[in-house]
């Protein structure tokens, strides 16, 4: 043998030459008695390297020295496979040598002859975009619908994956469109999913299935939409793909959910157009908003509450476990309640349930109260229907007795919490409860009465606060033994009258004819906040679970 440190392989003299091209040098190798099947390594004799090189003069004088003995052996010699399952027309094929494999099929090469890894010369053709050996070898009977991956993909399916548009024009005469993978996908399907749009307009135009669906029930429009191929989109839409059509065997996902999953603005909004809004809110479905929280896609949230999908959506606790978006979006953010989502959420009016309330109440921070009321007001202690007041949202009744029956709860975290619900604006009376004055410790319990007419509290109320004074439980301010001021009556009937939210969040107080010095008097700002020295709270969660088991009804409002 004849090994140089050109080639990296163990090559014959014969092997070198056809590798070369060199039709003379093989020639004479051959005259003078070199065989021809000496392989390498890698199982390659001289055929298979003149077939790889593409040299057909070389593959002609070869089969020439082998034919002298029999055409039964010419014939094997010709099938002869390396230690990879790859015969000379593979070689050739894959590698696009046309002339080459025309010459070795006149030769008797098996057309459909496997290679080890399941490949043939068909499918190494299509796989490296080989056209015209494509054609060839389709018009001499290569077997087209054969399966040649261990996923169970066909020539179509791997035409159309690497987007060879020309050979797919060939194939969709003479293959099955409707063959399916292991994962029963289809070759439109894959195109959706690789966004190979001529692709997938071939076949379309072919009369392949535009709503075949997969094993776990995806549809192409779902996959496309999940991978954001607007073009394919809107060329299966146009082409009577169904946007409300149930995508997954656990919950009726859509198009939509998987654009607004991966935040895919473009395919949002044409899904919006075509969508039924019956998934926003109906019992049974799952609203987009969902998906879009849970993916912490806030420009798709944006585009869906613009579009009118509602911030409450539908329930889906037996669905998902997922009672609203709101407290998906609470829940995810816990260590951050001032998330996107969150504002997002609570701007386009959201619902507050108890469970929310939890985060905003049982905490030593009041990140997240503070950015509820940034954009919600109290109602008016003679209107508490009116929807909006100030231009502001307000919030609902049912919102305020949850907050109140939550807070109540709280008793503990009040001194974060009082202070900011009582500067932005909420009735203290309504805190003006049995448990409040058993539970609140002293500097609570003062903060609150200064907001009062300590004097005219119902004879309940003082047994109370007369109980723990004697208990020592309590260290009341020396000025609650005296009747209130007769500045403090009349600021408490100007709170009043203006109402607690207009007093407390607008300059309504500068416009009043009263002097300067006593503007900080009328928003209670000489009341000195109780400290808030409180030990690291639990997990929201485990208060969520203690709120639920010991939670007991008290009348509010």
């Not at 669905?319 to 998906?328: A, D, K």
């Amino acid at each position: 043998m004849d090994f140089t440190e050109c080639y990296g392989d163990t090559v014959s003299s014969v092997a070198a030459a056809a590798r070369s091209g060199c039709r003379r040098q093989l020639r004479s190798l051959i005259r003078r008695g070199c065989s021809v099947d000496c392989r390498d390594n890698r199982g390659w004799n001289a055929l298979h390297e003149a077939a790889a090189a593409g040299s057909k003069e070389c593959v002609l004088d070869i089969l020439s020295a082998v034919g002298a003995g029999s055409s039964r052996g010419s014939r094997a010699y010709v099938n002869s496979l390396t230690h990879e399952g790859e015969s000379a027309c593979y070689l050739a094929a894959q590698r696009g040598h046309l002339a080459v494999v025309r010459f070795l099929l006149k030769a008797q090469a098996n057309i459909n002859q496997l290679t080890n890894d399941l490949s043939c010369p068909l499918f190494a053709a299509v796989d490296n975009g080989h056209k015209d050996v494509v054609k060839l070898l389709v018009s001499k009977g290569s077997e087209v619908n054969r399966t040649h991956t261990a996923s169970c993909w066909t020539c179509l399916h791997q035409a159309v994956y690497k987007g060879h548009s020309g050979i797919v024009s060939i194939l969709v005469d003479v293959c099955n469109l409707e063959a399916l993978d292991d994962h029963k996908i289809s070759p439109l399907f894959v195109a959706a999913q690789y966004g190979q749009t001529e692709c997938l307009e071939i076949l379309v135009n072919a009369g392949a299935s535009v709503n075949i669906q997969a094993a776990d029930l995806a549809t192409p429009l779902l996959i496309a939409s999940q991978e954001g191929h607007q073009a394919c989109v809107a060329l299966l839409l146009d082409h009577g793909a169904d946007p409300n059509m149930a995508c997954s065997q656990e919950w009726p996902q859509l198009p939509i959910h998987a654009a607004a999953q991966f935040g895919h603005i473009s395919v949002l909004r044409r899904l919006i157009d075509v969508t039924d809004r019956a998934c926003d809110c109906s019992e049974g479905m799952v609203s987009p908003l969902y998906v879009a929280v849970h993916s912490d896609q806030t420009k798709s949230m944006e585009l869906l509450l613009k579009e009118g999908y509602s911030p409450d959506a539908q329930d889906c606790t037996g669905t998902l476990g997922l009672r609203s978006p709101l407290s998906l979006a609470l829940c995810r953010t816990a260590n951050k309640p001032c998330s996107e989502p969150v504002k997002l959420l609570l701007a386009a009016g959201a619902t507050l349930s108890e469970e929310d309330w939890i985060y905003a109440l049982a905490t030593d921070t009041t990140d997240l109260l503070e950015l509820i009321l940034r954009d919600r007001w109290f109602p008016l202690t003679r209107d508490r229907s009116a929807p909006h007041h100030h231009g502001k949202m307000v919030f609902k009744l049912q919102e305020l007795r949850e907050m109140l029956c939550v807070a109540l709860s709280q008793v503990h975290f009040a001194s974060c919490w009082l202070s900011v619900l009582l500067r932005t604006g909420l009735e203290p009376a309504l805190l003006l409860h049995p448990h409040m004055l058993e539970q609140a410790d002293s500097e609570v319990l003062n903060y609150l009465l200064d907001f009062v007419n300590w004097s005219t509290l119902p004879p309940p109320l003082k047994l109370i606060l007369g109980r723990r004074r004697a208990e020592k439980t309590w260290e009341p301010c020396a000025h609650f033994d005296s009747i209130p001021s007769l500045s403090h009556i009349c600021r408490l009937q100007l709170r009043d009258e203006l109402g607690p939210d207009r007093l407390m969040r607008t300059n309504i107080v500068q416009q009043l004819p009263v002097p300067s010095p006593l503007h900080d008097f009328l928003k209670f700002r000489d009341i000195s906040e109780p400290s808030c020295t409180l030990s690291p709270p639990l997990p929201i969660v485990n208060h969520i679970t203690e709120y639920q088991s010991t939670h007991q009804h008290r009348y509010v409002l």
